[in-house]
């Protein structure tokens, strides 16, 4: 296809984590590349490109919805399902009369030529979904911004090898492949000559990183490959954070946070997977340790960084959690002191162990708990915030709002409303250095800000 006498348009939707925020930039980037113009999802179209996630039953659900609207949007566009969920069921995402076209995360890179090859010889439903036994990272995806975002994601690993008893993602994203460092720092170079200040290093199973390495340094106990990159991306010029989307709690041992908590670009927020406070509820999830080994990894972390922002996930209404096993979860949570948690409500996935395990709880149940742990979680919240007020905090400006305020966030992760003072033309995508008070609500307010130079 000639590109530069037939221009065509493509629209982007992206569902669950930022893995998939990475790889739709990186898709988009490589079809801008070869002469397609991005355009908005709610505009005409003629290419739409929605990038699943299958984690739950509610994301296939979202996935097929979207898929819908594209075909609504453009009744004559190419509907493509890209993805997790594309990879785990392949003919049943083709299934879905509005879909033309299915391509897997193992067929991801060649996503470009086959939507090409579809539109050049017209239309047919066809779908692939790569068997995933790759040995190395696919470097041919990459990035240089980040659509719609403040923060660049920087994908440095690919792929888990955990395998939870509840979780698709192995299956999905296939085993760790890590990316190699140089192309990593090359890629945050890019971010950062593209003004983004904040960079977060993000991948399938993070802690992984480098553990693929041929006479890598990594070990169960620490992660030499991941601290070096630290390192190196911290002394890149305009990088003024790193961020981590999530890490496993096994790796935050004293010799890793002892280097970490040198690194000032480093923010004090780590997203530390839980899955659950009980402990016979974590040993059927397959996860690898304990309620107490967990606390313990929390305690060395505030040693380090004593107002560190914890955040996890927890899953309610696993398969034979019993009331028992809810409460202790519930009272784990409590004594950890979560500055947010995000819950779910446990979701079977076919191809995983706890799908066939006995002792379901009923979605009425689930339900029920997830409203408990959901009003604990928003006291939780709000308290970490309101030990925040009276505290000068950086705040990475995002937006402008409509009432003339702007939003952003603290190193902590903090939601913040910014009231400008004196009014500048924008401060978007500046840092600014404020005192944070406490109003109520979920969101810290900014007042006396002076803008840094960083």
């Known amino acids: 296809m000639n590109m530069t006498k037939d221009k065509k348009t493509a629209a982007y939707y992206t569902l669950g984590c930022k893995v998939n925020t990475y790889d739709t930039q990186a898709i988009m980037e490589k079809m ?19 990038n699943t996630c299958t984690v739950t039953s509610l994301g296939d659900k979202k996935s097929r919805q979207l898929l819908r609207r594209a075909r609504r949007k453009n009744p004559d566009a190419l509907i493509v399902a890209a993805g997790c969920y594309a990879q785990t069921a392949p003919n049943e995402v083709l299934a879905v009369d509005e879909v033309d076209l299915v391509v897997g995360t193992g067929d991801r890179k060649h996503i470009v030529e086959l939507i090409e090859k579809n539109l050049q010889q017209g239309k047919e439903k066809r779908a692939y979904a790569a068997p995933l036994d790759y040995s190395s990272f696919d470097e041919e995806m990459q990035i240089s911004r980040t659509q719609g975002h403040t923060r660049g994601f920087v994908k440095i690993q690919e792929g888990c090898t955990q395998y939870c008893s509840y979780c698709i993602v192995p299956y999905a994203r296939g085993p760790v492949r890590s990316r190699k460092k140089e192309n990593a720092l090359k890629e945050i170079g890019r971010l950062a000559e593209n003004d983004y200040k904040e960079i977060v290093l993000t991948g399938i199973h993070v802690s992984s990183y480098g553990r693929d390495f041929k006479n890598g340094k990594t070990t169960k106990e620490n992660n030499d490959n991941l601290l070096e990159l ?225």
């Open 230 to 454: 630290v390192k190196e991306a911290s002394k890149i010029p305009g990088i003024s954070r790193i961020r981590f989307s999530s890490l496993e709690p096994r790796l935050m041992t004293d010799a890793f946070l002892k280097e970490l908590s040198q690194i000032p670009q480093v923010c004090p927020h780590f997203h530390l997977s839980l899955q659950s406070g009980a402990k016979k509820t974590l040993k059927r999830m397959n996860r690898h340790y304990t309620p107490d080994e967990y606390e313990e990894i929390v305690r060395r972390i505030r040693s380090y960084y004593p107002d560190a922002a914890i955040t996890t996930d927890v899953i309610v209404g696993f398969p034979g959690e019993s009331e028992e096993d809810f409460e202790e979860s519930l009272e784990f949570v409590q004594r950890i002191g979560f500055s947010r948690i995000h819950i779910f409500k446990y979701s079977p996935r076919t191809g995983t162990p706890a799908a066939d395990f006995e002792d379901q709880i009923s979605p009425e149940e689930k339900s029920r708990r997830a409203h408990r742990m959901e009003e604990i979680e928003k006291k939780m919240r709000r308290d970490y915030l309101k030990a925040s007020s009276g505290k000068t905090g950086l705040i990475l400006i995002e937006q402008r709002e409509n009432d003339g305020s702007y939003s952003g966030y603290t190193m902590h992760y903090q939601p913040v409303k910014f009231i400008p003072e004196p009014e500048r033309a924008s401060y978007s995508n500046k840092i600014v250095k404020a005192d944070l008070v406490y109003e109520g609500g979920d969101t810290l307010i900014a007042y006396g800000a002076r803008l840094k130079n960083l």
């Open 32 to 50: 801008e590349a070869e002469g397609f113009e991005t355009v908005g999802f709610d505009e005409h179209a003629d290419v739409y490109i929605i």
